[in-house]
T-cell receptor, first 118, second 112 residues
């Protein structure tokens, strides 16, 4: 199946630990993203990344870092986990559908990873 | 930061009824996307809009890109129980590259 996949689906860990979430897309897209969804279901962009450029949302703590071994993978590393990091994290990828100065993108999401920090 | 105002926050309707939800912003967007999220799943793209005034349908769903480029609505006709979920609008600003800004979501509940 063509899709965006994430592992693990659930992650429970203690404060202070370091953890990673993996993401893979087989859609052939050039750009991948990480989003955080809080308990009120609000979706917030964390990173946008392609093989040329990393765009970081300035509100994301530097304990969070994306790592891309290749175009199809974008993993999220989180150091020194805090209680407030508990959330659902979504990976997404996109393709350009209307190229140009103000190009349009359609983003496709993975199933999410529910992170619980105790 | 930039936010989209999505309303209503929740709706509880009878099966068969039509549904309407909308998003507004103080900024101009060049793309509007509508997503649906089922419990425990990621958002799924329903409809994409690229031009001001554009009206697009996907089955019982219809969405429009507002003429001012600052708003969009989504209509669902003849709702069924499987329409239950959270619907999100998302917009792409001209100066934001490929970044999307999401609305707060509309939680739809359908009574059989």
């Amino acid at each position: 199946d063509t899709a965006v996949s994430q592992t693990p689906k659930y992650l429970v860990t203690q404060m202070g630990n370091d953890k990673s979430i993996k993401c893979e897309q087989n859609l052939g897209h050039d750009t991948m993203y990480w989003y955080k969804q809080d308990s009120k279901k609000f979706l917030k962009i964390m990173f946008s990344y392609n093989n040329k450029e990393l765009i970081i949302n300035e509100t994301v703590p530097n304990r969070f870092s994306p790592k891309s071994p290749d175009k199809a993978h974008l993993n999220l590393h989180i150091n020194s986990l805090e209680l407030g990091d508990s959330a659902v994290y979504f990976c997404a990828s996109s393709q350009v559908v209307r190229p140009g100065a103000f190009a349009s993108y359609e983003q496709y999401f993975g199933p999410g990873t529910r992170l619980t920090v105790t | 930061g930039q936010q989209l105002n999505q309303s209503p926050q929740s709706m509880f309707i009878q099966e068969g009824e039509d549904v309407s939800m909308n998003c507004t912003s103080s900024s101009i967007f060049n793309t509007w996307l509508w997503y649906k999220q089922d419990p425990g799943e990621g958002p799924v793209l329903l409809i994409a809009l690229y031009k001001a005034g554009e009206l697009t349908s996907n089955g019982r769903l219809t969405a429009q890109f507002g003429i001012t480029r600052k708003d969009s609505f989504l209509n669902i006709s003849a709702s069924i129980p499987s329409d239950v979920g959270i619907y999100f609008c998302a917009g792409q600003l001209n100066n934001a590259g490929n970044m999307l800004t999401f609305g707060g979501g509309t939680r739809l509940m359908v009574k059989p």
